[in-house]
């Protein structure tokens, strides 16, 4: 059957953020604008760094995504995160290994809703008529500095944005314990453009991305679109298959 | 109805090389059996670098073997990849040619674009531009094999003039298919006169629909061979036991271990965002069935698990929506011990098959009844 992770993330949980309960309220993120780079990494570099539950991606890939949110209930700020291509049984996931937020409050309440691992740090998005930039500096280093060149415009429906999956210490059966947590926003599409990816700097150290190196570019995004961080609906035991491990928390929106 | 195997040759690891040349002859032996019970086609996929999933990446070889070994059953590429970067147009000629006439005039040649990131990336393959490879290369094929010099000028390939050898046995040529797994793609087949040879487990509602838009378009087709090739088939598992409910719970093992294999490829729309692949094909649907390889959720309906009476039951349902062949899946990452796959085989040939012995006219007809079709 399919290769499974290898991190046991109860062994460190300290290290993870911790959610005072799983009825994190939703909150609505319209005119979002969301840069994203898929490149394929070396399998040997991912090695540890997905939870026993799930499964890797093959091949392995990474997503770091920009995003510039102009709107949000701690106001306007700009998040940048890496995520590991995988699968939770069946389905694509994005296992989150390390996010910079541009705000204080932005990472805390990030921390404390989703169970997003995340720092304050410099976030930019930048627009420019030949590319979209994204840069990341924590201390005053760059940890990240990529673009998106020549974007060319698509639909909305081309592009597919798959849900994430944080690692965090959360209440359930009246225990605060290490679990996986699904976090599936929802985007309504006002633009989408495709180009090349180019990353000129990345320090994965930064990101917890162990010795990840980045190899071959697959295709970027930007994107103009509604989104939200959605209700918390289900969580999974990070040591066990994810299909025989999940718990729904609750019940699915009206539109799902 | 006609009936026939379909090969993904689905391989658990470890990968020992004793592991591999294990199941390979497993399938040889089954093709053999089927062969002798009288099945109809045996297919091969052709994929690369899905693990587990499919180690047939050289369903040419495999099917040479195939036709080495057997007499009668038909062999079909399911499919060739139809992209430049995967398969040169000039060598799917002369590898197709010269298979068809190894297996005596029994290929049926199968073409597509590949659905898989894991597929298109490793070749360097640009996603956008896949169909259209596919378009040209459909509508050279037939001229590779029946002109006696050919020479192109295209978007994708181009060659001078040239004799392209040998030339296929069948002729004018072998049956051709499509691939059907994205919606839209019978209507591709369609208008082509092509075959259209489902790879999706859609449910009868589904298929009801492409079938009748592919029969309604192909009245009016163009096609790109010496012949229309009007015919459906789709794809199935296939586990027949005497005790009804032995054989839905092993049909339903292979069932769920095949659609979580599926789940795990990383289909091309979830990584690159074309316009070219907007559907998923057929892993929204698998994605729904496959919640784990031990799951014991319903899958999609009409299945041929089960006991003879509740496959013929299965099989009447797709008859009676327009299907002309059934093709089975027999195994994956070999759930099915040897021995029972070779009985289910036998079980079916005997109490399942005669009860469609007798061809729907105007439905099912050979390569060279069709043939004759084309020349009136």
């Known amino acids: 059957m399919p290769l499974y992770g290898t991190l046991d993330i109860t062994a460190n949980a300290k290290a993870l953020p911790t959610l005072a309960n799983l009825d994190t309220e939703a909150w609505t993120l319209p005119k979002a604008e969301m840069l994203q780079l898929l490149i394929e990494v070396p399998r040997s570099t991912t090695d540890g760094l997905l939870p026993k539950a799930m499964h890797p991606a093959l091949p392995s890939y990474v997503i770091l995504a920009v995003t510039k949110y102009s709107e949000s209930p701690v106001g306007p700020f700009n998040l940048a995160v890496l995520r590991l291509g995988s699968r939770a049984g069946a389905h694509p996931r994005g296992f989150l290994l390390g996010a910079v937020a541009s705000t204080e409050a932005a990472a805390k309440e990030l921390r404390g809703r989703w169970g997003l691992l995340v720092e304050a740090g410099e976030v930019k998005f930048l627009r420019r008529h030949d590319r979209v930039m994204g840069t990341v500096a924590k201390a005053g280093k760059t940890i990240l500095d990529c673009a998106l060149i020549d974007p060319q415009p698509v639909a909305g429906t081309d592009v597919q944005y798959i849900n994430w999956v944080t690692a965090a210490n959360a209440p359930l059966d009246g225990q605060t314990q290490p679990m996986l947590i699904q976090v599936d926003p929802k985007y309504t599409f006002y633009k989408a453009e495709r180009g090349k990816p180019q990353v000129n700097a990345f320090d994965a150290a930064a990101w917890n991305a162990g010795a990840i190196t980045l190899a071959d570019p697959i295709v970027g995004t930007c994107c103009t679109v509604d989104t939200d961080l959605p209700r918390i609906r289900f969580v999974m035991d990070p040591l066990k298959p994810v299909f025989q491990g999940t718990r729904r928390i609750r019940e699915s929106r009206a539109d799902e | 109805m006609k009936f026939g195997l379909f090969y993904e040759i689905s391989i658990p690891r470890p990968w020992t090389p004793e592991k591999e040349r294990t199941v390979y002859n497993n399938c040889l032996e089954q093709v053999k059996l089927a062969d002798e019970l009288g099945f109809d086609h045996v297919w091969a996929v052709e994929h690369h670098f899905l693990e587990e999933y499919s180690h047939c990446s050289a369903p040419e070889l495999f099917l040479t073997a195939c036709a080495m070994i057997t007499k009668n059953i038909q062999v079909g590429h399911g499919i060739v990849v139809c992209v430049p970067e995967f398969n040169h147009?000039?060598?799917?000629?002369?590898?197709?040619?010269?298979?068809?006439?190894?297996?005596?005039?029994?290929?049926?040649?199968?073409?597509?674009?590949?659905?898989?990131?894991?597929?298109?990336?490793?070749?360097?393959?640009?996603?956008?531009?896949?169909?259209?490879?596919?378009?040209?290369?459909?509508?050279?094929?037939?001229?590779?094999?029946?002109?006696?010099?050919?020479?192109?000028?295209?978007?994708?390939?181009?060659?001078?003039?040239?004799?392209?050898?040998?030339?296929?046995?069948?002729?004018?040529?072998?049956?051709?298919?499509?691939?059907?797994?994205?919606?839209?793609?019978?209507?591709?087949?369609?208008?082509?006169?092509?075959?259209?040879?489902?790879?999706?487990?859609?449910?009868?509602?589904?298929?009801?629909?492409?079938?009748?838009?592919?029969?309604?378009?192909?009245?009016?087709?163009?096609?790109?061979?010496?012949?229309?090739?009007?015919?459906?088939?789709?794809?199935?598992?296939?586990?027949?036991?005497?005790?009804?409910?032995?054989?839905?719970?092993?049909?339903?093992?292979?069932?769920?271990?095949?659609?979580?294999?599926?789940?795990q490829l990383i289909s091309t729309r979830e990584v690159f965002a074309s316009p070219s692949y907007q559907s998923l094909g057929l892993l929204p649907a698998l994605r729904r069935a496959a919640t784990g390889p031990d799951a014991n959720e319903q899958q999609t309906e009409g299945m041929a698990y089960g006991d003879p009476a509740r496959i013929i039951r299965a099989v009447k349902k797709w008859e009676s929506l327009g299907v002309d062949c059934i093709n089975f899946i027999l195994n994956a990452n070999e759930v099915v011990p040897q021995d029972q796959v070779m009985a289910s085989l036998r079980l079916f040939a005997k109490e399942v098959m005669p009860v469609f012995a007798k061809e729907p006219a105007g439905k099912a007809l050979s390569a060279h009844a069709l043939s004759a079709r084309a020349a009136e």
């Open chain 2, 89 to 263: 147009p000039i060598k799917i000629a002369e590898k197709t040619a010269t298979l068809d006439i190894l297996s005596g005039g029994r290929l049926h040649v199968g073409t597509g674009r590949s659905a898989t990131w894991t597929e298109l990336g490793g070749f360097r393959a640009n996603p956008d531009i896949t169909k259209k490879s596919w378009d040209e290369f459909v509508r050279c094929l037939p001229k590779m094999w029946m002109q006696e010099t050919f020479s192109y000028q295209g978007e994708f390939w181009s060659m001078p003039e040239r004799t392209i050898l040998p030339k296929p046995y069948q002729k004018p040529h072998p049956p051709m298919w499509v691939a059907v797994t994205s919606p839209g793609t019978e209507i591709d087949a369609a208008d082509r006169g092509l075959g259209s040879l489902g790879l999706s487990f859609a449910g009868f509602e589904e298929q009801e629909k492409k079938i009748s838009e592919y029969r309604r378009r192909i009245k009016s087709c163009e096609p790109v061979g010496a012949f229309v090739n009007e015919q459906v088939a789709t794809t199935n598992f296939l586990f027949c036991h005497e005790d009804e409910k032995t054989g839905v719970e092993m049909g339903k093992r292979l069932g769920n271990t095949f659609n979580y294999l599926a789940t």
